[in-house]
C-alpha cells in the first residue's frame, strides 16, 4: 500500500479557528493519520487538549512526530488498539480523501466513532467540477474507478494511489451512517499536496 511506504508527506490541510473553538484544554485527542504530528502538535502548543495520541500506518511520519515529544501508535485505522470511547476528539485531516471506497471511508468513520465520545474534526476536498483540470480528471477517473469523484494519482505513469473528491452531502451521509452529526461546517478554498487550489470543508460532527 502507498501510504505505507512513502516518505512522510505533511497533510496540507489546517484546522480552522472555528473547528479549533470545538476543542477544549481538558480534551483527550487523536489525531488519525496524523502523520508528521504537525496537526496534533499546533493544539499541544495551543493549549488545547490533555493528551494527545497520533495514529498512523507510515513509520517515516509517525518517527517526525514521535520526534516533537508526541505520543504515537502504527495502526490500521479501520482496527484501532484502543478502548470504547476512549478519547474526547478525534482528528481526521486529509485523510478520506485517500480511502479508495465508499465501505473503506465508512469502516474509519466507524472505527472513530467507536473510540470517540465526544467531537470529531474532519477536513477533506470537496468536488471542483467547474475547473477544468479536475473534470477531466474526473472524467477518467470514471472510466477507470467506477465512482464519480474519484481518481487515480499517477508519477511516471506509474498509479501510486486512488484518491476522492466528494459532495458535502456524501460526506454528510457517511458520518450519519457511523453515528456523528454535523455541527459546524466552514468552506473555503484549501491547497492539495500538489499545490493546487480546490474547494474544501472543514468540519465538526458530533458523537450521537
Not at 6 to 33: K, N, Y
Not at 67 to 75: C, D, F, K, T
Not at 115 to 123: A, D, E, Y
Not at 140 to 161: D, I, K, N, P, Q
Request: with cysteine.
Amino acid at each position: 500500500m502507498y501510504w505505507e511506504t512513502a516518505a512522510a508527506v505533511p497533510s496540507s490541510l489546517e484546522l480552522v479557528p472555528e473547528v479549533r473553538a470545538c476543542i477544549g484544554p481538558r480534551d483527550h485527542i487523536i489525531d488519525l493519520g496524523c502523520g508528521p504530528g504537525r496537526t496534533l502538535d499546533g493544539l499541544r502548543r495551543g493549549g488545547l487538549g490533555a493528551s494527545h495520541v497520533g495514529a498512523d500506518c507510515n513509520p517515516p511520519s509517525l518517527a517526525l512526530a514521535a520526534g516533537l515529544g508526541l505520543a504515537v501508535v502504527r495502526a490500521d485505522l479501520t482496527a484501532l488498539p484502543f478502548a470504547d470511547g476512549a478519547f474526547d476528539v478525534a482528528v481526521l485531516q486529509a485523510v478520506m480523501t485517500t480511502l479508495p471506497t465508499p465501505a473503506a471511508r465508512l469502516a474509519v468513520l466507524a472505527e472513530a466513532r467507536r473510540v470517540v465520545t465526544g467531537l470529531l474534526c474532519l477536513g477533506d476536498f470537496l468536488r471542483n467540477p467547474d475547473l477544468p483540470y479536475y473534470r477531466a480528471r474526473y472524467e477518467a477517473g470514471l472510466a477507470e474507478t467506477g465512482e464519480a469523484g474519484s481518481f487515480l494519482v499517477r508519477e511516471g505513469g506509474v498509479v501510486l494511489y486512488q484518491a476522492h473528491h466528494f459532495t458535502f452531502g456524501e460526506l454528510e451521509g457517511l458520518l450519519s451512517q457511523a453515528g456523528f452529526g454535523v455541527v459546524q461546517a466552514v468552506f473555503a478554498p484549501v491547497k492539495t499536496r500538489s499545490g493546487n487550489i480546490v474547494a474544501g470543508v472543514s468540519l465538526a460532527a458530533k458523537a450521537l
